[in-house]
C-alpha cells in the first residue's frame, strides 16, 4: 500500500479514536480514556485538543464535554497525563439555547460544578474567557444562582464588572433571574446598581420586572437610582407594565415616588391585569383601577384628573372612565373593562412603547376564538400599525392575518376587501424595510435574523396574493383592483427573492413552495395559476432565473401532479409564454424547461408545452 493510501486510512482510524475518546469523557470514563491513548500516546495530545460535533449539535473537545457532565476525576486525568490547551472553545447548548465560543471553565461554571471549576481554574485557565457574546464564567454562574461558584472566581480575580455584548452585567442577570444572595454579594464587592444596558435598563428594572421584591429592596437600600429606560419606563412603570403587583405595592411607599406616579403605576397594572395572556384577572384590574381613582379624588381640594386622551376606534372609541361613578357603572361590563384598559395602557405607555401592542393581539385573538373576526381584526390592524410607526418587526403579524383571513374564508365569513388591502400594503411596506437593512444594516441589526424575516415575508406575502386574488374575483370595483395592482407591481420592482433565488413568481408556480398549516394551508395552495396571473399582468420578469437558473417555466414543468391539475398547468404555461417566457433558455443542468419536462414526465407536459408553443408561432405569424 502506498504512502496516498495510508493517508485516508490513517484519518479513519484517527476519527474513529476521537469519537470513542470524546463519548468516553462524556460518561465519565477515565480508565477508558487512559487505556484508548495509551497506545496512541504520539497523537494523544492532538486529539484530545480537536473538536468533535456531536448528535446535539455541539462542537467540543473531551475536556469541555467532560466539563459539562461534572467529571472531576476525568479532568484531572486528561490535566494530569496530557497537554491540553484550556481555552479551547466550543458550541454548548444548555436549557436549549446554543453557546458559541465556550472555554471548558465557562461549561462547568454554566453547569455548576464547583469541585471542576476549582481543578480548571488551579491549572491555570483563564477565569475570564468569555463566550462568542462576551458572556464570563462568572456571569454564567450567576446565571443560575451559584453563590459557591461565584465567590470562587472573584476571589481568583474574576471580574464582576465585565458586562456581554448586551451590556448586561452579572448583577443584572442575577437581579433578572431573582438570586438575592449573589445580588447581595455582587453588591458588596462593588457592583454598579446602576449600570445601563444597551436598552437603557438597570439591574432594578430587571428584578421589578421579574417581580422580585426583596432583591428590589436590597438594591434600594445599597442607593440604587430610579432611571428611566429607553423607553421612559421607571422599575415601577416596568412592575406595573409586567402585572408585578407585589413590587408595585412596595415601590409606591417610597418617597422617590410622586403621587401623580403612583396613581400611574396603579392604572397601568390595573390595565395590565385586564389584557396579560398569562396573568389575566379582571377582578384584581378592577380593583388596581379603582384604587387609582380614589387615590386621584383623596385630596377634594386638589383632584388630580384624567388627561384627555383620543378615543381609538379599535377600542371602540372608548372614552376612559373620569370618576369612581363612571368605573363603577362599568364593573361588570367586560368588554368595556377591556377597552377602557387598553386605552389607558396606550395613554400612560405613549404609542411608541414596544409594550403597547402584545396586549392588543392578546384581546384580539380572544374575540377570534369566539368568531368575532371583526373585532378582532380591527385590533390586530391597530397593533400592526403601532408596530410599523415604531419600526418594529411585523414578521409574526402578517402571518397572523394570512391565517385568520384563510381561516375566515375556509369557513364561508364575510372578509372585507380593505382589511386585506390593508395588510398587502403593510407587507409591502415591511419588505421594503427588510431590503433597507440588508443593504446598510445598522450597528444592532442581525443581519441573518433580517434575512430570515425576509423569507418568512416573502411567504406570508404570497398567501396573502392568494387571499387577494379570491376576493377581486367578486364585488370589487375597477378602482380597487388597479390599486392591487399598483400594489403588485411595486412588489415586482422590489425584486424581491428567497436564499434560493427564487422570485414571487417562481414560487407561485412551484409545488414545493412552503405553506403554513394553521388554516393557511386551507386556501393557499401551489402552484397557484390566479397569483401568477396576476404577477405577470403586473410586470413580474418571466425569464428571472433562481441561483439553478431555473426559470418559472422550468419550475411548473417540474410539476408532480400534471394529469390531476391539468387547468393549472395549462392556465400557467400559457401565461408564462404568452408573456415572453424563452423555451431556449437552459438551466445549470444545461437543459430547456422542454427537456426538464421531458425527463420522466408525463406526456400531458410536454403537450401542453408544445400547444402553448404552436399557439404562440400562430400569435407571432398574424402579428407579422
Known amino acids: 500500500m502506498g504512502d496516498s493510501q495510508r493517508e485516508p486510512v490513517k484519518k479513519e482510524v484517527a476519527s474513529s479514536l476521537l469519537n470513542r475518546v470524546y463519548f468516553a469523557a462524556r460518561d ?70 446554543v453557546i458559541e465560543g465556550a472555554s471548558a471553565l465557562w461549561v462547568a ?46 476571589d481568583h480575580c474574576a471580574d464582576i464588572h465585565i458586562a456581554n455584548k448586551y451590556n448586561n452585567t452579572c448583577l443584572m442577570i442575577a437581579a433578572y433571574k431573582g438570586h438575592l444572595d ?78 401623580e ?19 389575566y384577572c379582571l377582578e384584581k384590574a378592577y380593583h388596581y383601577l379603582y384604587t387609582a381613582m380614589k387615590l386621584r379624588y383623596r385630596d377634594p381640594d386638589n383632584v388630580i384628573r384624567k388627561p384627555m386622551s383620543t378615543p381609538v376606534p379599535a377600542y371602540e372609541n372608548c372614552i376612559e372612565c373620569q370618576t369612581l361613578q363612571d368605573l363603577e357603572a362599568i364593573r361588570l361590563n367586560q368588554n368595556a373593562l377591556h377597552m377602557e384598559s387598553l386605552a389607558i395602557r396606550e395613554r400612560i405607555l405613549g404609542r411608541h412603547n414596544p409594550e403597547v401592542p402584545q396586549p392588543v393581539i392578546f384581546r384580539g385573538a380572544v374575540f377570534a376564538d369566539i368568531a368575532r373576526f371583526d373585532r378582532c381584526i380591527e385590533l390586530w390592524l391597530h397593533a400592526l400599525n403601532l408596530r410599523q410607526l415604531n419600526h418594529a418587526s411585523v414578521v409574526n403579524d402578517l402571518l397572523r392575518f394570512a391565517q385568520i383571513f384563510s381561516q375566515m374564508l375556509y369557513i ?103 405553506v403554513d398549516n394553521f388554516h393557511t394551508n386551507h386556501i393557499c395552495k401551489f402552484p397557484c395559476a390566479e397569483v401568477a396571473r396576476l404577477l405577470i399582468q403586473c410586470g413580474a420578469d418571466v425569464n428571472s432565473m433562481d441561483l439553478e437558473r431555473n426559470t418559472p417555466l422550468h419550475i411548473i414543468v417540474r410539476y408532480q401532479k400534471p394529469v390531476s391539475d391539468f387547468l393549472t398547468l395549462h392556465s400557467i404555461i400559457l401565461d408564462l409564454i404568452e408573456a415572453g417566457a424563452h423555451m431556449d433558455i437552459v438551466n445549470s443542468l444545461g437543459k430547456t424547461p422542454f427537456e426538464t419536462a421531458t425527463t420522466g414526465k408525463p406526456r400531458s407536459v410536454r403537450g401542453v408545452q408544445t400547444g402553448a408553443k404552436n399557439r404562440t408561432n400562430r400569435m407571432t405569424k398574424r402579428s407579422v
Open 28 to 97: 465519565g470514563m477515565a480508565m477508558t480514556i487512559y487505556a484508548l491513548l495509551y497506545e496512541n500516546m504520539a497523537v494523544a495530545d492532538e486529539l484530545l485538543n480537536q473538536h468533535i460535533v456531536d448528535e446535539e449539535g455541539q462542537r467540543c473537545t473531551p475536556l469541555i464535554i467532560a466539563a459539562k457532565h461534572g467529571h472531576n476525576k476525568l479532568v484531572k486525568t486528561l490535566l494530569s497525563k496530557f497537554n491540553l490547551n484550556l481555552e479551547l472553545e466550543g458550541t454548548i447548548k444548555f436549557d436549549g439555547c
Open 109 to 154: 461554571a454554566g453547569a455548576g460544578f464547583l469541585n471542576v471549576v476549582k481543578t480548571l481554574v488551579k491549572n491555570g485557565a483563564h477565569v475570564n474567557h468569555p463566550t462568542r457574546t462576551n458572556s464570563t464564567p462568572l456571569r454564567a454562574a450567576c446565571f443560575d444562582g451559584r453563590l459557591d461558584i461565584v465567590k470562587y472566581l472573584t
Open 182 to 259: 449573589v445580588v447581595s454579594f455582587l453588591l458588596e464587592k462593588g457592583a454598579n446598581p446602576d449600570e445601563k444596558a444597551n436598552c437603557g435598563a438597570t439591574a432594578l428594572h430587571f428584578a421589578a420586572e421579574c417581580g422580585h421584591t426583596a432583591i428590589v429592596k436590597e438594591m434600594l437600600e445599597y442607593g440604587a437610582a430610579i432611571i428611566k429606560n429607553q423607553d421612559g419606563m421607571t422599575p415601577l412603570m416596568t412592575a406595573a407594565e409586567r402585572t408585578r403587583a407585589d413590587v408595585v405595592e412596595y415601590l409606591i411607599t417610597r418617597p422617590e415616588f410622586t403621587k
Open 261 to 279: 406616579e403612583r396613581i400611574e403605576a396603579l392604572e397601568l397594572l390595573g390595565a395590565s391585569f385586564a389584557n396579560d395572556k398569562d396573568n
Open 412 to 514: 364561508g365569513v364575510e372578509l372585507p376587501f380593505e382589511h386585506v388591502k390593508a395588510v398587502l400594503i403593510a407587507s409591502v411596506t415591511e419588505i421594503e424595510r427588510n431590503q433597507e437593512k440588508l443593504e446598510n444594516p445598522g450597528p444592532k441589526d442581525d443581519v441573518e435574523q433580517i434575512a430570515e424575516e425576509l423569507e418568512n415575508n416573502i411567504n406570508t406575502v404570497l398567501y396573502i396574493l392568494v387571499i387577494m386574488t379570491k376576493l377581486i374575483k367578486n364585488n370589487v370595483n375597477i378602482a380597487d383592483k388597479f390599486e392591487v395592482h399598483q400594489l403588485v407591481y411595486k412588489l415586482n420592482k422590489l425584486n424581491i427573492t428567497t436564499r434560493d433565488g427564487q422570485s414571487l413568481l417562481h414560487l407561485s408556480v412551484n409545488f414545493q413552495t412552503p
